[in-house]
């Protein structure tokens, strides 16, 4: 599927679908260049005709006509316009808006979004668009309309473009400031007890949002003044069977692991074993970028900050893992390097999360293997500690035990269960999102945040350090920032602290609110169930705060869309590729950081096999016309991957939207 993404409320974001490839060569088009533009010293403020206000990020370079600001990326790659008019409707005024910084413009609206309105806005619009995968473009255009006045923001810029500045995008977008479009607050208010209606209601509203999200299982604790007052469990462990979740069954945790290892680093630094400010280098001498200069300079926080730079590079654990080693997955940082400067806006590195908790765990002398050594440092300074006794990165553990299976859609938006060792490719990277847990364990180590490092009576991690990790470090929106393993939002005038995570095949969310005393477990069987996870976190706001009823309707939307888009998708593909045509990219193939792969064709249909996961495979026309393949079911269900020939040699390529895979195929030897 293409790098198709929502921007709803004006919140856009590049990391909702999977990876776009583009053929080889391919030459992507820069955002058109405006001579007068002035390259901004620092966060410049705007004020349109109308009175609206928003900030230009540092860096970036501005023009502006009247009321019309063209922003472009440091690199030139990436447009941003912002400007008003009053049209006499939405489509009108991004037409308006078009005309006069791209007179030329005439691209086909692929998709339209009538987004419900919210936080004082009138109407809401987002239009997005055609693009050939050979542009490997991202183009998409938001109008909001406030009495008379509609606000539009245009973005053109190639993937990598939008992928590595999406934080300072959404930071200039959601800093529109216009009279009377102001977001609910919640800032004078008192959370209230979840009990009696409250606690029914958000009961009731869970099970219509699990039934209508397909959601098979899940588990929730939310704790209220150090203690669990609500702890419930929905649906199955897999589809197809009785097994029912209870509040002990296992979960992946994904990237809610992240914060404990955050937690384990400040752990270690109240033991002097390591301090925030330690070279990386000085606890782990194997560590190195692509830069020796950058390598030099990241520090024990840096691993964990998402500020370094770093894009993720998620394809290549994902694709090949059977028999990698954490050791191997250092050493792969050595082909990294950053495309942002140190600081300069969020770009998140998974790899880098686990080479900082191995480095940690280093920091206690042992002499094991990386893995091994992470495992116990977490054991002994953290979950032992702690209570939480099911909580493992071991997989033949969790294997004996109550665990819930992993499951990912298939393009019918089915969820199908996967085996678990399609679950593996974490096992490697395991600081950064390994971990199995369930919500009575979670409840544990919410209650120590809330707590602010003491739980029972003890203390386990000092106030200062385990406060470190929630002080601001990178900005993404000027409502959301990413601290130390821990994003820091506020919502709706509070301040909430936390972690998502999704593993191939689970959603989970952990968030805490330490002025209130209220902490949030949810877990979930359903890989990229994150409209649900949103939503429940939204509601249960609403029922803590009494604020406005609108959770249920943004699900209502998010899931509508989502299942729209793919039924547009699925009326273009054939789930049997023509045989004549299949024909010639039949084969092995191999790439660099991604592996094997293989293509297969059988009497029913196609597959394609990368060792550690396969998938069916379909055909499906891209908007120029060529034939690109489509994996059909999970765990990449709607991935694209382009045919392409290189040298007189078929290949087949694959797109994250920051690095390119190319599998060259494999020609057999003659005999």
Same mark, same amino acid.
């Given at each position: 599927m293409k790098l198709t993404c929502v921007l709803t409320a004006a919140l856009l974001t590049t990391a909702c679908a999977t990876p776009q490839p583009v053929p080889t060569g391919a030459a992507p088009t820069t955002a058109p260049v405006t001579p007068a533009a002035t390259k901004l010293e620092s966060d410049t403020p705007l004020k349109s005709l109308s009175g609206a206000t928003a900030t230009a990020p540092k860096g970036w370079y501005l023009s502006q006509r009247q009321s019309t600001f063209v922003l472009e990326d440091p690199d030139r790659e990436l447009m941003l316009v912002l400007t008003e008019n009053n049209a006499a409707e939405g489509q009108k005024a991004i037409a308006a808006a078009w005309k006069e910084v791209q007179p030329g413009f005439a691209r086909k609206v692929e998709n339209e979004l009538k987004v419900p309105a919210k936080d004082g806005w009138d109407e809401i619009l987002q239009l997005r668009y055609e693009v050939p995968s050979a542009e490997s473009r991202f183009v998409v255009a938001l109008a909001r309309r406030k009495a008379a006045i509609w606000y539009v923001a245009l973005i053109d810029g190639t993937l990598a473009a939008v992928d590595r500045r999406t934080a300072q995008a959404m930071t200039t977008i959601n800093s529109l400031k216009v009279a009377g479009a102001e977001e609910e607050s919640y800032a004078q208010k008192k959370a209230q007890p979840l009990t009696g209606e409250r606690a029914e209601k958000f009961t009731a509203f869970l099970e219509n949002a699990l039934k209508a999200a397909q959601v098979p299982g899940a588990a929730i604790a939310v704790l209220q003044d150090g203690k669990t007052v609500y702890e419930k469990a929905f649906g199955v462990r897999e589809v197809g069977k009785p097994g029912a979740v209870t509040p002990a069954t296992l979960f992946m945790i994904g990237s809610t692991t992240k914060s404990l290892t955050s937690l384990l680093m400040a752990r270690l630094v109240d033991e002097k074993k390591l301090t925030w400010d330690t070279p990386l280098v000085s606890l782990m001498p194997s560590f190195a970028l692509a830069d020796a200069e950058?390598?030099?300079?990241?520090?024990?926080?840096?691993?964990?900050?998402?500020?370094?730079?770093?894009?993720?590079?998620?394809?290549?654990?994902?694709?090949?893992?059977?028999?990698?080693?954490?050791?191997?997955?250092?050493?792969?940082?050595?082909?990294?390097?950053?495309?942002?400067?140190?600081?300069?806006?969020?770009?998140?590195?998974?790899?880098?999360?686990?080479?900082?908790?191995?480095?940690?765990?280093?920091?206690?002398?042992?002499?094991?293997?990386?893995?091994?050594?992470?495992?116990?440092?977490m054991q002994t300074r953290i979950l032992g500690p702690l209570g939480m006794t099911s909580t493992t990165f071991d997989f033949k553990k969790v294997a004996q035990k109550e665990h819930a299976t992993s499951h990912a859609r298939n393009l019918e938006r089915t969820y199908l269960p996967m085996p678990m060792s399609y679950e593996q490719n974490v096992e490697a990277v395991r600081p950064a999102g390994g971990a199995w847990s369930n919500v009575r364990d979670m409840a544990r180590y919410v209650a120590l945040e809330l707590g602010n490092g003491t739980l029972d009576g003890k203390v386990l991690v000092s106030d200062e350090n385990i406060k470190a990790r929630r002080q601001p470090r990178v900005k993404i929106t000027d409502k959301v920032h990413y601290g130390l393993g821990l994003f820091l939002e506020n919502d709706h005038g509070v301040q909430v602290f936390g972690h998502g995570g999704n593993n191939m095949g689970f959603t989970s969310d952990l968030f805490f609110l330490p002025e209130h005393g209220v902490g949030v477990v949810l877990l979930t069987n359903a890989g990229n169930a994150n409209a649900f996870r949103q939503a429940v976190k939204a509601r249960l706001?609403?029922?803590?705060?009494?604020?406005?009823? #609108?959770?249920?309707?943004? $699900?209502?939307?998010?899931?509508? *869309?989502?299942?729209?888009?793919? @039924? =547009?998708?699925?009326?273009?593909?054939?789930?049997?590729?023509?045989?004549?045509?299949?024909?010639?990219?039949?084969?092995?193939?191999?790439?660099?950081?991604?592996?094997?792969?293989?293509?297969?064709?059988?009497?029913?249909?196609?597959?394609?096999?990368?060792?550690?996961?396969?998938?069916?495979?379909?055909?499906?026309?891209?908007?120029?016309?060529?034939?690109?393949?489509?994996?059909?079911?999970?765990?990449?269900?709607?991935?694209?991957?382009?045919?392409?020939?290189? #040298?007189?040699?078929?290949? $087949?390529?694959?797109?994250?939207? *920051?690095?390119?895979?190319?599998? @060259? =195929?494999?020609?057999?030897?003659?005999?």
């Open positions: 950058v390598t030099k300079k990241v520090l024990v926080k840096h691993t964990v900050c998402a500020c370094t730079g770093l894009p993720r590079q998620d394809l290549e654990f994902l694709f090949e893992y059977a028999n990698v080693t954490p050791e191997q997955r250092v050493a792969s940082m050595r082909t990294m390097k950053p495309t942002t400067g140190f600081g300069e806006t969020f770009q998140y590195s998974n790899t880098l999360v686990s080479t900082g908790g191995y480095a940690a765990a280093l920091a206690l002398g042992e002499k094991k293997q990386l893995g091994p050594m992470y495992d116990n440092a706001m609403e029922l803590l705060f009494d604020g406005k009823e #609108e959770a249920q309707q943004q $699900l209502d939307f998010a899931l509508e *869309q989502t299942n729209v888009q793919y @039924k =547009k998708l699925l009326e273009k593909v054939r789930k049997t590729p023509d045989a004549a045509w299949l024909a010639k990219w039949v084969g092995r193939y191999e790439a660099e950081g991604l592996g094997a792969a293989e293509i297969t064709q059988t009497q029913d249909g196609a597959t394609f096999d990368a060792g550690e996961w396969k998938s069916a495979l379909g055909q499906q026309p891209d908007t120029d016309g060529t034939q690109q393949l489509v994996l059909l079911s999970p765990p990449f269900a709607g991935l694209d991957i382009i045919p392409s020939e290189s #040298e007189g040699r078929p290949v $087949l390529i694959i797109q994250a939207p *920051q690095q390119t895979y190319t599998f @060259k =195929k494999v020609v057999a030897p003659r005999r």
